[in-house]
């Protein structure tokens, strides 16, 4: 008796899941032993800076349209990047067929952890930049520290993202719905 054939384990089993589309990208690289590939975790993370960066940019137009100070718009940037980075998820699991609390959940579950340490990094950096706190839409200060915070949490948060997805967390939660 072959049994090359039906060798699975319960860690294959979960290896089977994440990929079992084909799609390359979300085969886990190690035969299922708990990783994730930076590929994976990449496209994880810019799914996520993609809402949180809209989000905020969003938050901060309006703060400073209507002449909010400094903590008042920082907090609905921060909402609205909550807002955004969950609903891209939410309208993709929706499509994938999902009713609205399952893909609620879903979108917790996935974009949770990503979105929040993405936001602590970029607002962190922004407010240790001097003068990026007081800098108006219009100067480059502001720009550049808010672009440059964002490429830190990027790079801080893939990591974030390929340790969770090698632990079925995150937006692996996602992938069996695509």
Do not use: Q
Request: net charge negative.
């Amino acid at each position: 008796m072959d049994h090359s054939a039906h060798h699975t384990s319960p860690t294959h089993d979960h290896a089977t899941r994440e990929g079992h589309h084909g799609h390359s990208d979300h085969a886990v690289p190690d035969g299922g032993h708990g990783g994730a590939s930076w590929a994976m975790a990449a496209k994880a993370t810019l799914h996520c800076l993609t809402g949180c960066a809209i989000g905020e940019i969003l938050g901060m137009v309006i703060g400073t349209a209507l002449m909010w100070g400094n903590v008042p718009t920082m907090v609905l940037a921060i909402t609205l990047a909550f807002v955004f980075g969950y609903s891209f998820t939410l309208f993709a699991v929706r499509r994938a067929g999902l009713d609205l609390k399952t893909a609620i959940k879903v979108a917790l579950a996935a974009d949770t952890v990503s979105i929040a340490v993405m936001e602590l990094v970029d607002n962190g950096i922004i407010a240790l930049t001097p003068g990026a706190m007081d800098a108006h839409l219009s100067d480059g200060l502001f720009w550049s520290a808010l672009l440059g915070g964002f490429g830190v949490a990027f790079l801080i948060t893939t990591p974030v993202n390929k340790w969770m997805i090698g632990r079925g967390k995150g937006h692996a939660v996602v992938h069996v719905y695509h």
